[in-house]
């Protein structure tokens, strides 16, 4: 069963450090882009950062400067450092992945998600 697990979520003052990790299992022929979201309470799902194959990094603009996403192809996982954390940075944050998997007629790409992890910043 191919699944993406996530962790590294908790409380943090306003100033701090997380780093999310998110590991792909399963059999997996290989990882394509990468990305994490983030929803707050009363908010719609918004992209924080993506990570292609090839290593290129895209991020929203209220986190630039501040959170980096990184990848380690060799143990299908994707990281995202999250520095100088603000309130408004509270939400649960979703790992996004989209995979080419191995399936008896052949290879197939699918999207997966995470089960989200919590990330609250008290001010």
């Known amino acids: 069963q191919v699944q993406l697990v996530e962790s590294g979520g908790g409380l943090v003052q306003a100033g701090g450090s997380l780093r999310l990790s998110c590991a792909a299992s399963?059999?997996?022929?290989?990882?394509?882009?990468m990305g994490w979201y983030r929803q707050a309470p009363g908010k719609q799902r918004e992209l924080v950062a993506a990570?292609?194959?090839?290593?290129?990094?895209t991020y929203a603009d209220s986190v630039k400067g501040r959170f980096t996403i990184s990848r380690d192809n060799a143990k299908n996982t994707v990281y995202l450092q999250m520095n100088k954390l603000k309130p408004e940075d509270t939400a649960v944050y979703y790992c996004?992945?989209?995979?080419?998997?191995?399936?008896?007629?052949?290879?197939?790409?699918?999207?997966?998600w995470g089960q989200g992890t919590q990330v609250t910043v008290s001010s």
């Open positions: 996004n992945g989209k995979l080419t998997i191995v399936r008896p007629a052949g290879k197939a790409d699918y999207e997966y």
């Open positions: 399963g059999i997996i022929f290989r990882v394509n882009d």
């Open positions: 990570i292609t194959s090839g290593g290129s990094t």
